[in-house]
């Protein structure tokens, strides 16, 4: 039997008690808060509905790939599509942690089971993979879970991280963080987004089983872009003689700015906004701040009035996508939380100027268009209105489209590392 270390004991002990506590309250606020009443119900039975929805035949194998919420899952999509392509045998298993992953993506199609993650602990990590027993586990960017890598670890069962990118403020290198570093440590590769990454992991001595491949999601968003098909409603609401700003994944400050700037340039311009939150009091919110608007759901693309409105609200999801490619100038909400900004490369792929807040040095493709020229930053409706009036559009958007098709190819690395594994040589 392993001897624990009193010091790595004592992590243990803490980490056991911050998993209770976290979790705890997780059921807590279950009571009143709609979310976390999704993650604890989305969780009930989770052994019973693995069972009814994974089904194995001999000659299957299993992958399985781990989300924290939906801007992960698109990361990882295109490397599990590819790979269900190549081998369309294997079996899928997809879990999320956060309703905002699952809730959206639980119908997908390509997984043969989609579901939350079970908490962590040793039981259910455990359980968890003697019922899905898989051969490839893939994490994607982050989520670090002890006792599940531990068990994938002693299972020798080949686990894998894509699109990772690390900081050094993070836990794995501070001296304290030997017991994140050892998570790391369960991992048999990791695919790494940047140099930078690659040299922090090399700072603790793990470095031979590292790879920097880039940003799957740049994959992504080109499938994305080939795949693109108008959309008709907001076909009929285009004027021919304004051009479009697409403002998407917007929050309250992005909006308030976009307000101004609208009302300020009305006569040019038509706005086309998908906010982050769709509930019915914010879509309320937004009819008052946008009076002269009208809502996507009531969108009758025959109706030749449609064309009075200056401003379209998106009430719906799994739109924002597609609507970029309709923009003179997209804007990228969230640039003014702490958290930054939402996926500017969505925008960008279809060779869009791309403008958000000023929040945005979490995210290396951010600053490096800030650097080129393919993104901008605003503070205010005053700067917005200067910036548009002042960019040279066409070629801001050259750049932009540009940098993501040089940017990608981390789904083929990956899926290379795959197959000299010979995991599924007999699926």
């Known amino acids: 039997m392993l001897c624990l270390s009193p010091y790595f004991a004592l992590v243990i002990l803490f980490y056991n008690i911050f998993r209770r506590v976290y979790f705890g309250s997780i059921q807590l606020a279950s009571r009143w ?10 969780r009930k039975n989770w052994q019973s509905a693995l069972q009814q929805q994974l089904t194995i035949q001999p000659g299957h194998k299993v992958v399985w790939i781990h989300c924290a919420s939906l801007g992960e899952f698109e990361q990882g999509r295109p490397v599990l599509e590819k790979l269900k392509k190549q081998i369309p045998t294997i079996k899928v298993v997809l879990t999320f942690f956060s309703p905002s ?13 989609v579901m939350y993650l079970p908490a962590d602990s040793k039981a259910n990590a455990s359980e968890f993979l003697n ?3 898989p051969t490839l586990a893939i994490f994607v960017k982050y989520e670090f879970w002890h006792y599940y890598l531990s068990e ?12 990772g990118i690390f900081r050094s403020t993070q836990p794995f290198f501070q001296w304290w963080g030997g017991f994140y570093k050892n998570m790391l440590l369960k991992f048999s590769h990791l695919f790494v987004q940047n140099q930078t990454s690659a040299q922090l992991l090399a700072s603790i001595n793990i470095q031979n089983n590292v790879t ?9 968003v080109l499938e994305m872009a080939e795949q693109w098909q108008p959309v008709s409603s907001i076909d009929a609401f285009i004027q021919p ?3 479009i700003l697409v403002a998407g994944s917007t929050w309250k400050e992005d909006e308030e700015l976009i307000a101004e700037w609208l009302q300020q340039n009305k006569n040019d311009w038509q706005l086309i906004i998908a906010p982050h939150e769709i509930n019915n009091a914010h879509i309320t919110q937004l009819k008052q701040l946008f ?15 449609l064309r009075t409105n200056n401003c379209i609200i998106i009430n719906s999801i799994g739109q924002l996508s597609k609507l970029y490619k309709y923009a003179a100038v997209c804007y990228v909400g969230g640039g003014f939380n702490k958290s930054g900004h939402h996926n500017i490369l969505e925008a960008a792929v279809y060779g869009k100027a791309v403008i958000t807040g000023p929040n945005f040095q979490k995210f290396k493709e951010s600053v490096e268009l800030k650097k080129i020229g393919g993104s901008f930053t605003v503070n205010s409706a005053p700067d917005l209105t200067k910036l548009i009036h002042e960019l040279d559009i066409e070629t801001s958007g050259i750049i932009a489209a540009n940098y993501v098709q040089q940017h990608a190819g981390a789904t083929k690395a990956i899926l290379d590392y795959v197959q000299e594994k010979r995991l599924f040589t007999n699926a």
């Open 33 to 42: 808060n709609p979310k976390a009443k999704l993650w604890v119900d989305g």
């Open 101 to 113: 992953g699952y809730e959206i993506r639980k119908d997908y199609k390509g997984a043969d089971v």
């Open 131 to 133: 019922r899905v027993q």
């Open 152 to 163: 994938l670890k002693k299972r020798n069962i080949e686990t894998i991280l894509v699109s």
């Open 212 to 220: 920097v491949c880039g940003d799957t999601r740049f994959d992504r």
């Open 241 to 243: 003689d304004k051009k």
């Open 291 to 305: 009076n002269n608007s009208i809502l996507y759901s009531e969108v009758q693309p025959k109706n030749s009035e």
